[in-house]
């Protein structure tokens, strides 16, 4: 299995539900990362985990809580979310932090809030 | 991380090569340069990478300047399927980046029948 599998594809909430957005990887790797990408733009780096820790955030709103409950599962639950937080979100795993290669990206959630 | 330039768009024909090219002048010696392409509605899919010697596997080939400060992703027999915003990273094993990737904006290619 050499893929990163993202649900769901395609998720609407409202600025007062809450939902999460999953991501699973069989390929063994022990980084995972959650990417935003907004349309015509780069994705941009929001977490980082290692070994099921926490390594980097880059300065997220807390309206954002990512989870890494195992190595092969990494959640990212959403609360209170504004408009523009809609979004294409990509998760991404490495066999190891710090690599620069290697990356695989699932195929995203895209995210309408309204 | 050492910034990148590239050009925002770029055409190419069919079954020619396509030559994307990376500036990256302040890069310093223990930076890698990193290409990754997103084909529409997709994540980014890794190609290649390299540090100062040409690279080549079954996707593409990496020319690096002798001097590092540019770098060329080429792309042998480019198919419709190349159609892509390719981005060209640079960016150090360690240090305070450390588990970063930084997409910059990338280059649009359209490849045309």
């Known amino acids: 299995d050499t893929e990163v599998t993202q649900t769901p594809k395609h998720l609407v909430m409202g600025m007062t539900n809450k939902k999460s957005l999953k991501c699973e990887q069989h390929?063994?790797?022990?980084?995972m990362y959650w990417y935003k990408q907004k349309a015509k733009k780069p994705p941009e780096l929001m977490f980082v985990?290692?070994?099921?820790?926490?390594?980097i955030n880059e300065s997220v709103p807390s309206r954002f809580s990512p989870e890494c409950p195992n190595s092969s599962l990494l959640n990212l639950h959403l609360h209170a979310l504004q408009p523009e937080d809609s979004a294409l979100y990509l998760c991404?795993?490495?066999?190891?932090?710090?690599?620069?290669?290697?990356?695989?990206f699932g195929s995203g959630t895209r995210l309408t809030v309204v | 991380d050492a910034k990148t330039t590239q050009p925002t768009s770029m055409d190419c024909a069919e079954g020619r090569a396509a030559n994307l090219p990376c500036n990256h002048s302040t890069i310093s010696g223990n930076e890698y340069v990193y290409w990754y392409r997103q084909i529409h509605s997709q994540g980014p899919q890794y190609i290649i990478h390299?540090?100062?010697n040409n690279e080549t596997n079954e996707m593409a080939s990496l020319i690096i300047t002798e001097d590092r400060k540019s770098s060329t992703l080429i792309l042998p027999h480019a198919t419709l399927r190349d159609t892509a915003v390719y981005y060209c990273i640079v960016r150090v094993a360690g240090g305070t980046s450390y588990g970063k990737l930084t997409f910059g904006q990338g280059t649009i290619l359209t490849v045309h029948p």
């Open positions: 390299g540090l100062k």
């Open positions: 390929m063994g790797h022990r980084a």
């Open positions: 985990y290692s070994y099921e820790k926490l390594s």
């Open positions: 991404a795993s490495s066999q190891v932090l710090g690599e620069g290669y290697g990356y695989t």
